[in-house]
């Protein structure tokens, strides 16, 4: 299996911070990776695909890069709605696809 | 408007079934270009997938391992629906079941509510 490592597991940021989270992949998943949000009692929501696409929607301060089995996603100028808990995903090798451990955003 | 409502028992008993189903509004499930998941979320085990089925000429399911030998993921074309039904559970199994959408191997871009689903006795 592969397995994903998040990090950092708590981030505490101001509005207007730039945050970087981090996705680590124990072996190669090329760009295989998806970052998602999710807010307390809803379901999880797509921002990136691919590592760096865009989901149609999303704010362009949302932004992932990497590839292999480094990636992160970034967050330009935080803002009010962005406090949540984000969350990687690998679909490189199917059984399974893991999921990070999560990253909460909250308010410093 | 493209939806996926779930709907499925909240409470199962422990060595009973778990049943669950997503009707798709707005899109096929026997389209040839999405995969219909589902996918838990439990304190201790986090987001964990749990399997899929998608149509590609013929129908594929595929099953994440920890789970392999209880699971199975039907299409239902007649009512344009995917269930879920999880044999033999335990209270390790309680957790909030969500159903989802990918298209194009681009992520879940569509999601259920959830379903919180509690084994117990």
């Known amino acids: 299996d592969t397995q994903m490592t998040q990090f950092p597991s708590t981030l505490s940021a101001s509005i207007g911070d730039r945050v970087t989270i981090t996705c680590r992949a124990s072996?190669?998943?090329?760009?295989?990776l998806t970052w998602y949000q999710q807010k307390p009692g809803k379901a999880p929501k797509l921002l990136i695909y691919?590592?760096?696409s865009l989901e149609s929607g999303v704010p362009s301060r949302f932004s992932g890069s990497g590839s292999g089995t480094e990636f992160t996603l970034t967050i330009n100028s935080l803002q009010p709605d962005d406090f949540a808990t984000y969350y990687c995903?690998?679909?490189?090798?199917?059984?399974?696809?893991?999921f990070g451990q999560g990253t909460k955003v909250d308010i410093k | 408007q493209v939806q996926l409502q779930q709907s499925g028992p909240g409470l199962v008993k422990p060595s009973q079934t778990l049943s669950l189903t997503c009707v798709i509004s707005?899109?096929?499930?026997?389209?040839?270009?999405?995969?219909w998941t589902w996918i838990r979320q439990s304190p201790s085990r986090g987001l964990e997938w749990l399997g899929r089925?998608?149509?590609?000429?013929?129908?594929?399911?595929e099953y994440s391992v920890s789970v392999r030998s209880r699971i199975t993921i039907s299409p239902d074309t007649s009512k344009n629906q995917f269930s879920l039904q999880l044999n033999s559970v335990t209270p390790e199994d309680s957790a909030v079941y969500y159903c989802?959408?990918?298209?194009?191997?681009?992520?879940?871009?569509?999601w259920g509510r959830g379903t919180l689903v509690t084994v117990s006795s």
């Open positions: 089925t998608y149509y590609r000429s013929k129908w594929y399911n």
């Open positions: 072996q190669s998943i090329k760009s295989w």
């Open positions: 707005g899109d096929s499930v026997s389209s040839n270009s999405a995969a």
């Open positions: 989802a959408r990918e298209v194009d191997d681009s992520g879940y871009d569509l």
């Open positions: 691919k590592a760096s």
């Open positions: 995903q690998q679909y490189n090798s199917y059984s399974p696809w893991m």
